[in-house]
């Protein structure tokens, strides 16, 4: 199993742009997890998803975040216009009903 | 709302020691605790999960206790070695038993000395 597999592992972008970061779940799990790290704050719980279906997006932090997960095997979370503020390191997890979270290793995104 | 407090930004240990890390919460008693480590780099790995009901779980070199009067869970890892040497974090549901709707702590810097 190759994991949860995140793209691109570093994104540099200028403010005003949109950025689109990328997740592939392990296979079989049915809940995916978009969380955010910085030095602050630590791990953020952005959005989760059931079975493709946004749960609770009660931690995205403005309308300039958005998250779809078309179908099972991936997911998108977009940030437009990006702004300095939302540099940090973005996580995926998946998981299965009573199994732990897995990670993938991260997008870092550095907004100039 | 349910906060968590790991007491130490960073834990200097040498390596033989037992190095003993704790996770405080505020509010509501959950109905398990996770701990995970981080690499640089890297994402958070699952380590040991234990429940409200458990005092104790342990890992080969490994222990995490639980005790829900004080609000407090402890990691501990024995005859700790440089290789241990890495970022570890709590983390307990954010509502009750809910399935890995998860908030962590901001986590304790483990450096383990040869």
């Known amino acids: 199993d190759a994991g949860v597999i995140q793209s691109p592992r570093h994104e540099v972008t200028e403010m005003g742009q949109e950025v689109t970061l990328r997740c592939k779940p392990i296979?079989?799990?049915?809940?995916l997890f978009w969380y955010r790290q910085t030095m602050m704050r630590g791990l953020e719980l952005l959005i989760y998803f059931n079975n493709n279906v946004p749960i609770d997006d009660s931690g995205m932090p403005e309308d300039r975040f958005s998250a779809k997960m078309p179908n099972a095997s991936f997911s998108t979370l977009k940030i437009q216009p990006s702004e300095p503020r939302d540099s940090a390191v973005y996580f995926c997890a998946s998981s299965s009903q009573g199994s732990p979270l897995h990670f993938g290793n991260g997008t870092r995104l550095t907004v100039t | 709302s349910q906060k968590i407090e790991q007491n130490s930004e960073a834990l200097n240990i040498q390596e033989g020691k037992t190095a003993t890390l704790t996770c405080n919460y505020t509010n509501y008693s959950p109905a398990y605790l996770q701990w995970y480590r981080q690499d640089p780099g890297r994402g958070p790995v699952f380590l040991l999960l234990?429940?409200?009901?458990?005092k104790e779980k342990r890992k080969e070199r490994l222990k995490v206790t639980f005790d829900t009067t004080l609000k407090q869970s402890l990691f501990h890892i024995t005859a700790s070695q440089p290789a241990d040497s890495a970022t570890y974090l709590c983390?307990?549901?954010?509502?009750?038993?809910?399935?890995?709707?998860?908030?962590f702590g901001k986590g304790t810097k483990l450096s383990v000395k040869p």
């Open positions: 983390a307990l549901p954010l509502w009750g038993g809910s399935q890995g709707n998860l908030i």
């Open positions: 296979s079989g799990h049915d809940y």
């Open positions: 234990i429940r409200e009901n458990e």
